[in-house]
């Protein structure tokens, strides 16, 4: 049994009861956590066709019926079951809604057990640029967005993909370790180091230097 909260270790020993209340509680806790993965994971040629809201009332009935199975064998920590789960629920909303183009058009890589979206660059670098607070900054955060997703493009996989479970999922270390498959102190090494690189390669630009 992995440890919990003892919120969420509750809650679980309910749903394993058949408390369905308790199901409810467990991915309200997560919710915006799981938008943020979603938000982060999703192909922006969704966008305006579907929703993180969309993916997530999707995942619950997904994740409702699989519980029993996590709760047979809790072997990873709670939440990141629910987040792979979601993560199989988006795979598998990309491929229903991209079919054949799916492949060219985002680059997937398999990471976390051959199945999650990665983070792609546009929503990584939108993410570091922050929300346009006037439209005279449209254009030139649209230029240093270009510049920013060519950067993170050229980034390896893994070193992507661990500011995006770092940086804007959140994740602790620990969490981000398990969910790559290294060790606490190689994933922190890891982190720091493409951190470190994102940061050279960007002081390049002017924009980036402040």
């Not at 060219?104 to 792609?120: H, T």
């Not at 602790?172 to 050279?200: D, F, H, W």
Request: glycine fraction near 4%; charged fraction near 25%; charge should be neutral.
């Amino acid at each position: 049994m992995t440890e919990e909260t003892s919120e969420i270790s509750d809650l679980l020993k309910r749903a394993s009861a058949g408390d369905e209340a308790a199901v409810d509680q467990l991915f309200s806790l997560h919710r915006e956590r799981l938008k943020r993965m979603v938000r982060l994971r999703m192909s922006p040629r969704l966008q305006g066709r579907i929703d993180e809201s969309d993916v997530l009332q999707e995942s619950y009935l997904y994740i409702f019926n699989k519980l029993t199975t996590y709760l047979d064998n809790p072997a990873v920590p709670f939440y990141l079951w629910l987040r792979h789960m979601t993560g199989l629920k988006l795979a598998e909303i990309h491929r229903r809604h991209l079919g054949t183009q799916l492949r060219d058009a985002d680059r997937e890589v398999s990471i976390y057990r051959g199945a999650l979206p990665e983070a792609n660059s546009m929503s990584l670098a939108a993410h570091l640029l922050g929300q346009l607070t006037s439209p005279s900054e449209a254009a030139i955060k649209a230029e240093m967005r270009i510049k920013l997703q060519e950067a993170l493009n050229g980034m390896d996989p893994l070193d992507r993909e661990i500011i995006a479970l770092r940086h804007f999922e959140q994740l602790s270390g620990n969490e981000a370790a398990e969910v790559l498959g290294l060790s606490k102190t190689g994933a922190s090494s890891r982190y720091v180091r493409a951190i470190t690189r994102l940061k050279s390669t960007l002081s390049q630009f002017p924009e980036f230097s402040d």
